[in-house]
């Protein structure tokens, strides 16, 4: 089965003024269906046709298939960061995700320096994440498509740190944009709910 581009889980203009409809229109509506569409025809017709996405990226890695690792990675990547935010969102986790936040980094504010700081010094494009690895909160950063999923993590959340994700509307201010995810767009619900999923197995 081909695959396809998700809908975004907002209105295209939910998360103004920080990220604007016109982002959308190019970061979901070409950038992220242009990933769909160059992997879809990667693996027309090959054994990677019926497996799925996490399979595909999995074993593209494992084969060192470059353009498939980073067509499929790239649509994985961009579905989780839509759902890493989320409008009215920023504010502070609870429960067991504050409480592992707190062990991990210190505080949120601390949390939320060292993701920023992350995304700022990942140079050129990539991903800044917090991640679940072997049970203790990270804060990684990750070039072009690479992810956690193939060094044995737990995605929780991501931002996009490409040109492309804030040029729009911060133009150069890449840690503006940061800091606007981190205070009013990040999803923490999101992140507790994979958290839940990642120690319940
Ligand atoms: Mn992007």
């Known amino acids: 089965m081909p ?12 998360l103004a003024p920080h990220i604007s409809a016109m982002t959308f229109e190019f970061h979901h509506g070409k950038h992220h269906r242009a990933y769909v569409d160059n992997a879809n025809k990667l693996i027309e017709g090959t054994p990677h046709a019926d497996k799925t996405l996490e399979e595909v990226i999995r074993a593209a890695h494992t084969d060192g298939n470059t353009a498939l690792f980073n067509n499929a990675a790239q649509v994985w990547n961009h579905t989780f960061f839509w759902h890493s935010m989320k409008p009215n969102g920023g504010g502070a986790p609870t429960g067991e995700l504050a409480e592992r936040i707190n062990h991990a980094f210190g505080g949120l504010e601390q949390f939320k320096e060292a993701f920023k700081q992350a995304g700022v010094t990942q140079f050129g494009s990539g991903w800044a994440w917090l991640v679940l690895d072997n049970g203790d909160l990270k804060v990684t950063k990750t070039a072009n498509a690479d992810l956690p999923l193939v060094h044995g993590q ?15 509307d911060f133009q150069n201010r890449r840690p ?20 839940a999923k990642a120690t319940a197995a």
Request: contains cysteine; negative net charge.
């Open 3 to 14: 695959f396809e581009l998700p809908e975004l889980p907002y209105a295209k203009d939910a």
């Open 176 to 195: 503006d944009f940061l800091q606007a995810y981190l205070d009013y767009l990040i999803n923490w619900d999101f992140a507790a709910e994979n958290l």
């Open 154 to 168: 737990t995605a929780l959340l991501t931002c996009d740190v490409w040109e492309h994700a804030y040029y729009l």
